[in-house]
């Protein structure tokens, strides 16, 4: 596989260190996307990271720096307006790209405009579990119809630091449980762009946008990111709360999102994918 990265923090980092543990000495080239100016250190950073991975290690900074270097597979893991930026052109040259930062896909323009992409380019748009998990159950009962799917996700304060939780809360004096946003997935996923993409992702695979409810929470007692959900249909009902560890770059985003993108790499490599 020819790998592609689009973006170099957290995500990343820790992808390229855990790569090779588990797809072995199977990637012939990695390709990283950064921000003009950190083209040097992203450079030595890479040849640190995968120097095991593959002697093909390339950093870019565009488009076209990022197709020359022939992905199989994109995987981004920047951000919403990284999303705007590169993943339709990603898409309509025809390579499949993993979509780390899925609340984007909350603006139903560019929500319309990457499956117009994926369509004609012939590629496909994967959408990773990240950081919740059942999401292939709620998205095989989805079609069955009247789906009721409500969603809580709960953090330590400082993981909401620079939200608009701030406005309403003193997260550096909270000392109890604050429910801080009830909303649609929509407004969730718009509003805290790097908080609440699992909302995004629990509307996609279930109720959509609009009817899956949301409530968010900042817990000075929060054991790391909390994602409970309730699922409601005619074929089944459960119930869902995974405590999950922070990572230690980004405290807003949970260590296993790593794990769940590692798993779609490896899936497209293997001779199983599960
Ligand atoms: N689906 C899910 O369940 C989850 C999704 N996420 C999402 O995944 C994404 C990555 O998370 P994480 O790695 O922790 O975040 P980080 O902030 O640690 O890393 C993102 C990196 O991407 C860079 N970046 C952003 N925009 C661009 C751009 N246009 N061009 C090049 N580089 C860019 C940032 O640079 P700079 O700092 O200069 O902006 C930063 O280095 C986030 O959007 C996050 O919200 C996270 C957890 C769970
Ligand atoms: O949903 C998000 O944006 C990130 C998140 O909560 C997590 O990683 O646990």
Redesign the pocket.
């Known amino acids: 596989m020819r790998l592609a990265l689009?973006?170099?923090?957290?995500?990343?980092?820790?992808l390229l260190t855990q790569l090779g543990g588990q797809i072995g000495g199977q990637l012939d080239a990695v390709s990283v996307?950064?921000?003009p100016d950190?083209t040097a250190t992203a450079q030595a950073r890479l040849d640190r990271d995968a120097v095991d991975l593959t002697t093909e290690r390339t950093v870019c900074?565009d488009l076209k720096g990022l197709m020359s270097a022939r992905p199989d597979l994109v995987v981004?893991?920047?951000?919403?307006?990284?999303?705007q930026?590169?993943v339709p052109d990603v898409l309509r040259a025809g390579t499949d790209v993993v979509?780390?930062?899925?609340?984007?896909l909350a603006d139903s323009a560019l929500h319309d405009r990457l499956l117009d992409a994926a369509r004609k380019g012939g590629a496909r748009l994967i959408?990773?579990?990240?950081?919740?998990g059942g999401i292939d159950l709620l998205a095989a009962l989805g079609p069955a119809g009247d789906l009721k799917v409500s969603y809580r996700g709960i953090k330590p304060p400082t993981a909401w630091a620079g939200t608009p939780a701030a406005d309403t809360l003193n997260l550096e004096t909270l000392d109890h449980a604050a429910v801080f946003f009830t909303g649609t997935a929509r407004q969730a996923a718009s509003a805290f762009?790097?908080?609440a993409?699992?909302a995004?992702?629990l509307a996609l695979a279930g109720a959509g946008f609009e009817a899956t409810r949301v409530e968010l929470i900042a817990d000075p007692q929060a054991p790391g990111n909390i994602h409970e959900y309730k699922v409601s249909s005619p074929l089944a009902r459960y119930s869902m709360r995974i405590e999950n560890l922070p990572?230690p770059?980004?405290s807003?985003?949970?260590v296993?999102?790593?794990y769940?993108v590692l798993r779609e790499i490896r899936n497209r490599i293997g001779p199983v994918a599960i």
Not at 76 to 83: D, F, K, L, P, R
Not at 99 to 104: E, K, R
């Open positions: 689009i973006g170099y923090g957290n995500i990343s980092t820790t996307l950064v921000r950190a900074t981004e893991c920047a951000g919403h307006t990284a999303v930026a590169f979509l780390v930062s899925i609340g984007a959408l990773p579990a990240g950081a919740v762009p790097r908080n993409n699992v995004a992702t990572s770059g980004n807003r985003t949970s296993a999102t790593v769940s």
